[in-house]
Antibody, heavy 121, light 107 residues
Framework: EVQLEQSGAEVKKPGESLKISCKGS????????IGWVRQMPGKGLEWMGM????????RYSPSFQGQVTFSVDKSINTAYLQWSSLKASDTAMYYC??????????????WGQGTMVTVSS | DIQMTQSPSSLSASVGDRVTITCRAS??????LNWYQQKPGKAPKLLIY???SLQGGVPSRFSGSGSGTDFTLTISSLQPEDFATYYC?????????FGQGTKVEIK
């Protein structure tokens, strides 16, 4: 079964750094973009951007450019989302999702279970 | 960025009702429109992509239509397991953008 498994919930203080993970299984990890989606408490879905594990090509939403960094480790089929200095406003659920293999457009056909990040002093 | 506007933001309906949710894009997105269902505490699930193609395993009571700027998601006969929040999303251009969501509640 194709799956994305995300790392567990995190509680951090403002100013701390954080890296959360998303591990793919049962498919060729390097062949599909991996996207990140933020959902703040009680709010809707926000597209943060995507990374292509094959060559680490990235697409960031302007809203998140410079605020977060996407990376991958192909050897262990894992994508990462990281912050260098967290803010309270980063408190949210973060989902990774696989973009399907279509050439143009596309959709997120497989989702991770989400990682809850809480930033509080 | 392309703005996606859903209506209504919420609705109350009974089991067996026909439900229609609309999604409007701020510019033409051809048929690059996806619909997701999200239940409380769960990750979103892809229902329809693109615009009118049902994903495997999605019940046939769900249907999608539209092209250009106006799209609809219809549930022909609402079932208890359909009470959830529904999001449209455009994938015509990056940044992909989501609608604000439509919460379908039990009347």
């Amino acid at each position: 079964e194709v799956q994305l498994e995300q790392s567990g919930a995190e509680v951090k203080k403002p100013g701390e750094s954080l890296k959360i993970s998303c591990k793919g299984s049962a498919y060729r990890f390097t062949s599909n973009w991996i996207g990140w989606v933020r959902q703040m408490p009680g709010k809707g879905l926000e597209w943060m951007g995507m990374i292509y594990p094959g060559d680490s090509n990235t697409r960031y939403s302007p809203s998140f450019q410079g605020q977060v960094t996407f990376s991958v480790d192909k050897s262990i089929n894992t994508a990462y989302l990281q912050w260098s200095s967290l803010k309270a406003s980063d408190t949210a659920m973060y989902y990774c999702a696989r973009r399907d293999s279509s050439g143009f457009g596309g959709a997120f056909d497989i989702w991770g279970q989400g990682t809850m990040v809480t930033v509080s002093s | 960025d392309i703005q996606m506007t859903q209506s209504p933001s919420s609705l109350s309906a009974s089991v067996g009702d026909r439900v229609t949710i609309t999604c409007r894009a701020s510019q033409s997105i051809n048929t690059y429109l996806n619909w997701y269902q999200q239940k409380p505490g769960k990750a979103p699930k892809l229902l329809i992509y693109p615009a009118a193609s049902l994903q495997g395993g999605v019940p046939s009571r769900f249907s999608g239509s539209g092209s250009g700027t106006d799209f609809t998601l219809t549930i022909s006969s609402l079932q208890p397991e359909d009470f959830a929040t529904y999001y449209c999303q455009q994938s015509y251009t990056t940044p992909w953008t989501f609608g604000q969501g439509t919460k379908v509640e039990i009347k």
